[in-house]
């Protein structure tokens, strides 16, 4: 099974400031790494798959990066509506998919 | 735009069954894998099972193997998973998924969440 994990467990910014949250994989997943954004009482919503690729309506201040073990989500200008807790994912492997432990972006 | 409805969610003993539903709408069904994904209180994701489109291939995480069945109704555009001698361990709110990808190779994602259903096992 390959292990997902995330760094930091918590990322206090400001808003309009430049998040970068870290995940790394336990052995390589090529560029099959997605990231989601889970806000309190709501399900996931995917952001990036491909490891680059924004998904439909995501707005182009998320962006991804990396590739085989390591990989950033970097959020360009936080907005209010950005602070959350994000989960990277791999599928380059199934099963099991699995999840990083998530990183949760609070207002600083 | 693909909608996904999960039910069947609720409170229920050690030991007891549950069968939970969701109802998929916005997309031809039969044409994806699907999957449940689950969350405990306060913490991660964990995949717990999938099915193909056809129902030909199904699997399941090592934690639920033997206990829980997924299966489809392609023709009521509903996937289902079944839960048997459930443990505490097993209260999670239940995700009800579609995979996007290249699921027969080995390389896809869950692109959309229904809104999910609590499962409490307490007794």
């Known amino acids: 099974e390959i292990v997902m994990t995330q760094s930091p467990a918590t990322l206090s910014v400001s808003s309009g400031e430049r998040a970068t949250l870290s995940c790394r994989a336990s052995q390589s997943v090529s560029s099959n790494l997605a990231w989601y954004q889970q806000k309190p009482g709501q399900a996931p919503r995917l952001l990036i798959y491909g490891a680059s690729t924004r998904a439909t309506g995501i707005p182009a201040r998320f962006s991804g990066s990396g590739s085989e073990t390591e990989f950033t989500l970097t959020i360009s200008s936080l907005q209010s509506e950005d602070f959350a807790v994000y989960y990277c994912h791999q599928y380059n492997n199934w099963p099991p998919w699995t999840f990083g432990q998530g990183t949760k972006v609070e207002i600083k | 735009q693909a909608q996904l409805v999960e039910s069947g969610g609720g409170l229920v003993k050690p030991g007891g069954s549950l069968r939970l539903s969701c109802a998929a709408s916005?997309?031809?069904?039969?044409?994806?894998?699907m999957s449940w994904i689950r969350q405990a209180p306060g913490k991660g994701l964990e995949w717990v099972s999938y099915i193909s489109g056809s129902s030909s291939y199904t699997n399941y995480a090592d934690s639920v193997k033997g206990r829980v069945t997924i299966s489809r109704d392609n023709a009521k555009n509903s996937l289902y998973l079944q839960m048997n001698s459930l443990r505490a361990e097993d209260t999670a709110v239940y995700y009800c998924t579609r995979a996007l990808g290249y699921c027969s190779g080995g390389s896809c994602y869950p692109d959309s969440w229904g809104q999910g259903t609590l499962v409490t096992v307490s007794s």
């Open positions: 916005g997309f031809t069904f039969s044409d994806y894998y």
